[in-house]
């Protein structure tokens, strides 16, 4: 299970952490991701690490103003968002896809390839 949170609202150029916290399996085994979704629009890949090799994904979108990090202590991920734009605005969900799957895709992938999905969490940056 993944729980997600620390979504909320912003002005444009703020800043939010999301927490996704892991139970209930081996948080070693599985790369995490996090996905958006906006109204009207398809669920996008923002960003994945691997905690294992260190590897990490940001979309083009958030380069620069998103990092990804993980806390295998506390078996949470956590992803910091700063300069927030108002097309930043969705749902915020998290995921945990195998990581020998990640390993050879290195990009979001399919969300059908996801085992696991937090509950989502909603960012609303305002201009």
């Known amino acids: 299970q993944l729980q997600a949170c620390g979504g909320g609202l912003v002005q444009a150029g703020g800043s939010l952490r999301l927490s996704c916290a892991a139970s209930?399996?081996?948080?070693?085994?599985?790369?995490i991701g996090w996905f958006r979704q906006a109204p009207g629009k398809e669920r996008e890949g923002v960003s994945c690490?691997?905690?294992?090799?260190?590897?990490?994904y940001y979309a083009d979108s958030v380069k620069g103003r998103f990092t990804i990090s993980s806390d295998n202590a506390k078996n949470t991920v956590y992803l910091q968002m700063n300069s927030l734009k108002p097309e930043d605005t969705a749902v915020y969900y998290c995921a945990a896809v195998p990581r020998w799957l990640w390993a050879t895709m290195r990009v979001p992938g399919p969300i059908s390839e996801y085992d696991y999905w937090g509950q989502g969490t909603q960012v609303t940056v305002s201009s």
């Open positions: 209930g399996f081996t948080f070693d085994d599985y790369a």
């Open positions: 690490i691997s905690e294992i090799d260190g590897s990490t």
